[in-house]
């Protein structure tokens, strides 16, 4: 088997006890706070109001972004107690070349409750507004945190999410041979998301950047690290989901999102993690977590991609035969 065995080096004070498909639970040392699985960015922002993140392998090497799905997304929260003032809170964020050109854009004016996006013409090379719309809520709504995405499937399919609410309309037909595909509106751009180089988000007002994350993964707010069922919430509102969802305008399918026990706990074994670059098939992952963040099992590895190689599996015509500790906190919480 390929499966992970209780050879693994152990966190002090840990018990182990290998998991079947019966419930099993086991009380472990405090895990480190995380909330995504295979991100290859996820970084704390000393709350700034500009920031800008720089992609490290370029979008047009087909080789590493040969799988679907990219997505930057940027985590703040509005917070006056930090020394910003005023009423005037306006978050932006803009997709840009190596040389500054604009690719895509989206403003926010939280006052007003509107949002705008721009782009470069691709005739004239003008940056001009491609869409304009209303806010579905306030831009704190009482929440007092935001997030701000941008979903990237091709060079010229691509949209913007604000607090899960897809800040584009319209659709277009595709073809894949001759079968037809209702997609996003194609976004008639000068330069593509191939061209891509850097991600910037500025603010103003009381609204700070706290979060940054990249890659083919998906995230959550750190506030549900212990209530995973508010965290697949919050996922499938962002979602492709026709539901709660964003439609062909959401982020991800809502076969990524996190399973759980219960409202507290994840899974220990996640069995659809989202594809990377490293998927020789295209196929999920499947892979351990640890229950009370969902964060990807840590022990005895230093980075993302070791403690991919030594805790998932990818999960191809349902291949996965990974074992999986269960590390949590109080069995009591657990039904």
């Given at each position: 088997s390929s499966g992970i065995n209780a050879e693994w080096p152990l966190r002090p004070g840990s018990v182990v006890i290998m998991l079947s498909s019966c419930l099993i639970i086991v009380v472990a040392a405090l895990a480190q706070p995380a909330r995504a699985i295979l991100c290859d960015t996820d970084e704390t922002i000393d709350d700034l109001?500009?920031?800008?993140?720089?992609?490290?392998?370029?979008?047009?090497?087909?080789?590493?972004?040969?799988?679907?799905?990219?997505?930057?997304?940027?985590?703040?929260?509005?917070?006056?107690?930090k020394g910003n003032m005023g009423e005037d809170n306006t978050i932006e964020a803009?997709?840009?070349?190596?040389?500054?050109?604009?690719?895509?854009?989206?403003?926010?004016?939280?006052?007003?409750?509107?949002?705008?996006?721009?782009?470069?013409?691709?005739e004239t090379?003008?940056?001009?507004?491609?869409?304009t719309g209303t806010l579905e809520r306030s831009c704190n709504d009482g929440d007092d945190i935001f997030d701000f995405w941008l979903k990237v499937q091709q060079p010229y399919l691509m949209n913007w999410l604000f607090n899960g609410q897809a800040l584009q309309f319209g659709e277009q037909t595709t073809y894949f041979g001759d079968k037809a595909r209702t997609r996003p509106l194609k976004v008639e751009s000068l330069y593509g998301a191939d061209e891509a180089s850097t991600f910037t988000v500025t603010t103003t007002g009381t609204a700070i950047l706290t979060r940054m994350a990249s890659g083919k993964c998906i995230t959550w707010p750190a506030a549900m690290d212990s209530n995973c069922t508010a965290a697949a919430v919050f996922l499938e509102e962002r979602s492709k989901s026709s539901g709660l969802g964003e439609g062909?305008?959401?982020?991800?399918?809502?076969?990524?999102?996190?399973?759980?026990?219960?409202?507290?706990?994840y899974n220990w074994l996640q069995g659809t993690v989202h594809?990377?670059?490293?998927?020789?098939?295209?196929?999920?992952?499947c892979?351990?977590?640890?229950?009370?963040?969902?964060?990807?099992?840590?022990v005895g590895c230093d980075t993302k991609?070791?403690?991919?190689?030594?805790?998932?599996?990818?999960?191809?015509?349902?291949?996965?035969?990974?074992?999986?500790?269960?590390?949590t906190y109080d069995s009591s919480l657990v039904v």
């Open positions: 109001q500009s920031y800008t993140f720089t992609l490290a392998v370029s979008p047009s090497d087909l080789s590493y972004w040969r799988t679907y799905h990219m997505a930057h997304m940027m985590y703040g929260e509005f917070s006056d107690f803009g997709y840009y070349t190596s040389d500054g050109s604009l690719i895509y854009s989206a403003y926010v004016d939280c006052a007003a409750e509107t949002w705008k996006t721009s782009l470069t013409n691709n090379g003008v940056v001009e507004t491609f869409q062909e305008y959401g982020a991800n399918m809502v076969s990524y999102l996190p399973d759980c026990v219960n409202t507290i706990y594809p990377d670059q490293d998927s020789s098939s295209g196929a999920a992952y892979c351990c977590t640890y229950m009370e963040t969902g964060k990807l099992y840590d991609d070791e403690c991919k190689a030594l805790y998932c599996i990818e999960d191809y015509l349902n291949a996965c035969d990974q074992t999986c500790v269960a590390y």
